[in-house]
Structure formats: C-alpha cells, structure tokens
C-alpha cells in the first residue's frame, strides 16, 4: 500500500512539474510559433501517457488529473487560434474548419470526462478506455493544426 501511494505521490509530483513547467513556457513571448507547438506536443504526449491503468478506486484522481489536462488542451487551442486570427484573411479562413473540429473533439471530451466522472465499477474500463479514445483523437487533431498553422505561420 505504501509503494502504491509513493507511486501515486510521484505521478502527482510529476504533473505538477508538468504543469509548472507548461505555464513557464506559455508565458515566453520569446518562442517562435514553432516552439510553441512542440511544447504543446511534448505536454500533450506526456498527459496521454498518464491516462494508462488507473482502477475504479482512482477514479477521482483520474477525472482531476484529465480535467487539468483538458484545460491546458483549451488553453493551448485558445493560443493557437490567436495566432490564426493574427494572420493573413486566407490563412484564416483555410484554418477556421480545422479549428472548429478540434473545438467539436474538445468538447466531445468534455462529454466523455463527464461520463467517467460518473461512471460506476461496472462501467469504468469501458468508459475509460472510450475516454483514452477520445483524448488520442483530440491529440492528433492537435497535432494536425498545430503542424498546419507552424507550416503556414512560420515566424
């Protein structure tokens, strides 16, 4: 039990780094476009990793440490779509389809955190294995605009 709750104060302590780590880098005006968005990959990459075996009695923790990572996936999304609005009416109107189905996955995961919110015993693999789903999707649909908008906004 011990080496159990170690190891969930270690994922803790490691998120919180992630997270510190996320806001330090949001805050650089420095970065260029490009920097940016392999940031956002890295924190992306490191969150889908997290998602793995967590039981029905993590639930909790599972839903909080999602809900955290679904507000970063906003908050990033929210920068991204700054920049497109920044640039050229062409490039705007070429991203704004891309960005609404990142919004409309975004908000599908929402729904499905929900669900995993409120899931009982007999449903959590499931629910949280449509939710790892969903989340994968979001990320590669991240991915997609973020790569779009670094090839087409380069600075």
Request: net charge positive; with cysteine; aromatic share 6%.
């Amino acid at each position: 039990m011990k080496k159990k709750m170690k190891l969930t104060n270690n994922k803790a302590m490691a998120l919180t780094f992630l997270a510190v780590a996320a806001l330090t880098v949001g805050c650089n005006k420095e970065q260029t476009t490009a920097q940016q968005i392999d940031n956002i990959k890295a924190e992306t990459k490191a969150a889908a990793s997290d998602i793995k075996d967590y039981t029905y009695a993590q639930k909790g923790e599972f839903v909080e440490k999602m809900q955290a990572s679904l507000a970063q996936i906003n908050k990033d999304l929210e920068q991204l779509s700054a920049k497109v609005e920044k640039s050229a009416q062409a490039s705007r109107a070429e991203a704004k389809p891309k960005l609404d189905a990142l919004r409309e996955q975004t908000a599908k995961l929402t729904r499905q955190l929900d669900e995993a919110r409120n899931a009982p015993e007999s449903t959590w693999d499931s629910v949280k294995t449509s939710f790892k789903k969903g989340y994968n999707e979001v990320k590669d649909g991240f991915k997609e605009a973020s790569d779009w908008v670094s090839s087409k906004l380069s600075t």
